[in-house]
């Protein structure tokens, strides 16, 4: 209710303040309010599947990014933007309501504390907080920025607005695939190597020049990073002694990881008005996004199974 709220004050929303406080604050936390119950429910369900199950749940997140730009693009010059956000809002509406009656948690709610901050002293989940926060500083700057590089490089400007649906088409195997591979072959070994692949992606992002090249360089980057962001989830499952514990122990990893979405973004566009091209920002984010991969690896060395072990 408070989610569609914000959708729909949106609409109305003329000054900067408007929208800051609508989407920014308003929509932040009914967001959060709505993914992390869903997110703590799916896990209870599942162990061996646990990664799967979790890749396809976090799926449906970029079917959203697919097709409500593409929404608000076309309905914006017909109807204008507040009718817009309206019509998005009324599309939501159905799909929110039935996961409010059909997501329930397997086991009941635990009765200790709200927060579990001893968690932190575990070195294996503080080396996983720590490497999922340095992944998002990284990995989210082509996400912002490619349609500009594209523009840049001479795209058209409607062509490179669809940059960004690309990714997120693309996301969707990468948030599934890499689920289903980890519950085989380790969950923290699935993140590792999503994570190494889209350093390496974010890398070679000045390199890429034609229109073909940077929209093969979009898909590439939207199956790895995909792969990111499922990973990312799952792996803070495997922390917790008992699974009444899951939702708090991915609640509170995320939401210090989440520090670092707010903090890549500035620096890249800073480094963007200084520099005035893509080199300085892919060396930060590929380098920042490396570092995280590297705590990944080290977080395997707190698991009885080893560095070389299939966590």
């Known amino acids: 209710m408070v989610y569609l709220i914000s959708v729909m004050l949106t609409s109305i929303c003329k000054e900067y303040w408007h929208f800051l406080l609508c989407q920014?604050?308003?929509?932040?936390?009914?967001?959060?309010?709505?993914?992390?119950?869903?997110?703590?429910?799916?896990?209870?369900?599942?162990?061996?599947?646990?990664?799967?199950?979790?890749?396809?749940?976090?799926?449906?997140?970029?079917?959203?990014?697919?097709?409500?730009?593409?929404?608000?693009?076309?309905?914006?010059?017909?109807?204008?933007?507040?009718?817009?956000?309206?019509?998005?809002?009324?599309?939501?509406?159905?799909?929110?309501?039935?996961?409010?009656?059909?997501?329930?948690?397997?086991?009941?709610?635990?009765?200790?504390?709200?927060?579990?901050?001893?968690?932190?002293?575990?070195?294996?989940?503080?080396?996983?907080?720590?490497?999922?926060?340095?992944?998002?500083?990284?990995?989210?700057?082509?996400?912002?920025?490619?349609?500009?590089?594209?523009?840049?490089?001479?795209?058209?400007?409607?062509?490179?607005?669809?940059?960004?649906?690309?990714?997120?088409?693309?996301s969707i195997p990468g948030r599934i695939m890499p689920g289903i591979l980890g519950d085989r072959f380790g969950r923290v070994n699935s993140l590792f190597a999503a994570g190494l692949a889209t350093s390496l992606i974010i890398l070679c992002w000045p390199k890429v020049s034609s229109n073909a090249g940077i929209i093969v360089y979009s898909v590439a980057f939207g199956f790895t990073s995909g792969a990111i962001i499922s990973g990312g989830s799952v792996v803070f499952s495997l922390c917790p002694d008992s699974p009444k514990d899951i939702g708090t122990y991915m609640g509170m990893g995320i939401a210090v990881a989440s520090i670092a979405i707010l903090m890549g973004p500035p620096i890249t566009g800073a480094l963007l008005d200084r520099y005035h091209g893509f080199l300085q920002i892919s060396i930060f984010s590929g380098t920042m996004t490396m570092a995280g991969t590297g705590l990944a690896f080290l977080s395997k060395s707190k698991f009885r199974e080893g560095l070389l072990g299939r966590v």
């Open 24 to 170: 920014g604050i308003l929509s932040g936390i009914s967001n959060g309010l709505l993914m992390f119950p869903a997110m703590a429910a799916t896990p209870q369900y599942f162990l061996k599947r646990r990664g799967a199950a979790m890749g396809l749940a976090v799926a449906g997140s970029s079917v959203g990014a697919i097709i409500f730009p593409i929404i608000l693009s076309r309905l914006i010059s017909q109807v204008g933007f507040g009718w817009a956000v309206r019509v998005c809002g009324f599309v939501m509406g159905p799909f929110l309501i039935f996961s409010c009656l059909t997501i329930k948690a397997r086991l009941p709610p635990r009765k200790s504390s709200f927060f579990l901050w001893d968690a932190f002293r575990m070195g294996k989940y503080a080396l996983l907080v720590g490497s999922v926060f340095f992944l998002f500083i990284g990995m989210f700057t082509p996400l912002f920025y490619i349609p500009t590089f594209a523009v840049m490089r001479g795209m058209d400007e409607v062509l490179a607005g669809y940059l960004v649906a690309i990714i997120n088409a693309a």
